[in-house]
C-alpha cells in the first residue's frame, strides 16, 4: 500500500533585498538583506543591556533600528525570553550576542524565527534575513530580484 503524501507548499522566491514587517514590533517595510551565508537572521538594536526585573528574573531591554532609521520611534522594548550565543559575524569574528525570537512578515504570512540582536548601524540594512528562516518558509533566494515579497503583498492584499 503506498504512503500517503503530504503536499508541501510550493517555494516562493525572495530577491537578495526585501522589504520586511515585524507586525509585534508596529515596525513596516524595514529593509533587509537575504543572506544564504547566515544562519540566523539579524536585527539591529541600540541601548541593548540586559536587567532584572522586580522578582528576580533576567529581562533584555533594547530599541529596535536607531535615530537614523525613519522607522524609529525610540520606544524602548523588553524581551523576558531571549538567550546569549555565540554567532560569526562577516568578517569572521565570533561575538557573544543576544537572540530573540519574533515574528517576521513575508509575502502576506507570518513566521515565528530567531534573530541576533546587534548594532548594524555601519551596514546598510538594519534586518538580516538567514537561512533558518528561508529553509523554514520554504524561499529560494533569485539575486536578479528585489522586494519580492513587498510587491507580492501589494498585489495580494489581505
Do not use: W
Not at 533587509?32 to 541600540?46: E, F, L, N, P, R
Amino acid at each position: 500500500m503506498k504512503k500517503a503524501q503530504t503536499r508541501r507548499p510550493p517555494k516562493r522566491t525572495v530577491g537578495r533585498r526585501e522589504l520586511v514587517d515585524f507586525p509585534q514590533f508596529q515596525l513596516f517595510g524595514v529593509e533587509a538583506k537575504v543572506d544564504t551565508g547566515a544562519y540566523t537572521g539579524a536585527i539591529h538594536c541600540s541601548n541593548i543591556h540586559e536587567d532584572t526585573l522586580p522578582d528576580g528574573r533576567p529581562v533584555l531591554r533594547v530599541q529596535l533600528l536607531d535615530e537614523s532609521h525613519p522607522a524609529f520611534d525610540g520606544t524602548p522594548l523588553h524581551f523576558e525570553e531571549f538567550g546569549l550565543r555565540e554567532i560569526r559575524s562577516s568578517n569572521g569574528d565570533v561575538q557573544e550576542r543576544y537572540v530573540i525570537r519574533a515574528v517576521i512578515r513575508l509575502f502576506g504570512e507570518d513566521y515565528d524565527t530567531e534573530f541576533s540582536l546587534s548594532d548594524r548601524s555601519d551596514m546598510k540594512y538594519p534586518v538580516l534575513i538567514g537561512r533558518l528562516l528561508l529553509q523554514r518558509a520554504r524561499l529560494v533566494v533569485d539575486v536578479a530580484r528585489r522586494n519580492a515579497s513587498y510587491k507580492h503583498q501589494r498585489r495580494h492584499p489581505a
